[in-house]
């Protein structure tokens, strides 16, 4: 679940989030699209709670967890980066290490990962955990398309399992298309679009959408 209104985020004189209304009932999907710098990343940190508003309301399902942009790994091997703070989920770390391909990656050291394996390891890390709401910035953005297929099915199957709330942020129309129910578009920090993915991709109906559109990776 998530309620947001008049939600503002400015830095100095330039505001880079203006999203008067944000509703998401428990169990929906959105993605997020939009150029570098359209305030993306900005929206998913205030849904957090990792950035404060300069103005308006946040109020969300708890608890969540969020996925940075960046990936990083912590000290030590891939199966204990898993299990950290989770009290000794083994079979369920290797079963999610499993459906990443990460399995023979297990006992080597998390630093030594490429950056797609570093990106499924963080989403595993993740995935170890319940939850009610999950935030995801680009989390198929270091991934080949086989890679990304595997994070949309574990995503998937999370949900399923959870209920949760899921909002994503992505730069391919694939993933919206796969993961989310609705597609959110924004421009300079505000909506531009917002509605079915399918019928946003299918039939954009205006210039900026329609250029935006064919510019997307596919
Ligand atoms: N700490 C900050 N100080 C000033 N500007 C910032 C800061 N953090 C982000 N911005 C600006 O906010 C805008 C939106 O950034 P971001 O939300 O990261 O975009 P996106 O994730 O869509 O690429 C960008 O122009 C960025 O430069
Ligand atoms: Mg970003």
């Not at 359209?38 to 308006?56: D, N, V």
């Not at 898993?82 to 391909?101: N, S």
């Not at 953005?141 to 909002?167: F, H, I, M, N, W």
Request: aromatic share 4%.
């Amino acid at each position: 679940m998530i309620e947001v209104h008049d939600l503002k985020k400015t830095y100095r004189d330039r505001t880079v989030l203006d999203l008067p209304a944000l509703s998401l009932a428990q169990g929906e999907t959105l993605a997020l699209a939009g150029a570098n710098g359209s305030g993306k990343t900005t929206l998913l940190r205030l849904l957090a709670g990792t950035l404060k508003p300069t103005a308006g309301t946040v109020k969300t399902a708890k608890p969540l967890l969020y996925l940075p942009q960046k990936s990083y790994a912590f000290r030590g091997t891939v199966l204990q980066n898993v299990l950290l703070g989770t009290q000794g989920k083994k079979q369920q770390a290797m079963e999610l290490l499993e459906k990443l391909e990460l399995l023979p990656f297990a006992d080597k050291k998390a630093s030594s990962l490429s950056g797609g394996e570093l990106q499924r390891l963080s989403v595993c890390r993740l995935l170890i955990r319940p939850c009610n709401l999950l935030l995801l910035d680009e989390p198929t953005s270091a991934c080949d398309p086989q890679s990304a297929t595997l994070v949309l099915q574990a995503l998937e199957a999370y949900r399923k399992e959870t209920g949760c709330t899921l909002v994503l942020s992505t730069h391919t129309p694939r993933v919206a298309l796969e993961a989310a129910g609705r597609l959110l578009i924004l421009r300079d920090g505000k909506p531009e679009a917002d509605g079915a993915p399918q019928a946003l991709l299918q039939s954009p109906d205006s210039d900026w959408l329609r250029a935006f559109i064919a510019g997307w990776r596919i």
